[in-house]
């Protein structure tokens, strides 16, 4: 569980800096951009990798029981997290709609895990990603207003959905093999 903790930490600490302009400021000088770019990337993976680790070591804790019945809205939460995700990247009209796509999609994604994973390892990963979301999506609120954007064409809305559908697709047909639950099986 230290893994998974310390992962959490310093991947979602590392994501708070942009909300820091001081101290971001501050390392931006100091180590110019591209050397703090290297190592905001170099720490994330970091991160990230204390995070994969650290969840499959774990020892199972039970803390709850999920309801399988809740497996179906798992799966339209994460088909939606999947669809929102590229939305944040690919200049298209549901950015125009979706204000913080991308933190919305994490979100969308914890909260799908959450209703289907109940020992404490997955409650500190998808709880503190959904925290880590809803916190992100409250204090950009508070920076600044999301800049209104000009249409799009619809086919721009059309490669967000498809990128979406596709990793979507992707990662549920290797669900299995990556993180030994299959996604495809509803029994």
């Known amino acids: 569980m230290t893994s998974l903790l310390l992962g959490l930490i310093v991947f979602i ?16 000088q100091r180590l110019g951009e591209g050397s703090y770019k290297g190592a905001f990337s170099l720490a994330a993976l970091v991160g990230l990798g204390l995070i994969v680790y650290g969840k499959s070591v774990a020892q199972s804790v039970h803390v709850y029981t999920p309801l399988e019945d809740l497996r179906i809205a798992t799966t339209l939460l994460v088909l939606a997290a999947f669809v929102l ?10 950015r125009r709609l979706v204000h913080h796509p991308q933190l919305i ?5 914890a909260l799908g895990h959450l209703l289907v994973n109940g020992d404490l390892a997955s409650v500190l990963l998808f709880g ?18 999301v800049p209104g954007l000009d249409r799009k064409p619809l086919m721009a809305d059309l490669a967000a959905v498809v990128i979406g559908l596709a990793a979507w697709a992707a990662l549920s047909w290797f669900h299995d093999q990556l993180f030994g639950v299959s996604v495809l099986a509803f029994s």
């Open 85 to 94: 995700f590229p939305a944040s990247i690919v200049p298209c009209n549901l």
């Open 105 to 109: 999609a994490v979100a969308l994604w």
């Open 128 to 145: 503190g990603f959904l925290g880590f979301a809803v916190n992100g999506i409250v204090s950009a609120n508070r920076r600044a207003k």
């Open 13 to 28: 600490g590392l994501h708070q800096l942009p909300g820091l302009p001081t101290l971001r400021g501050f390392l931006l």
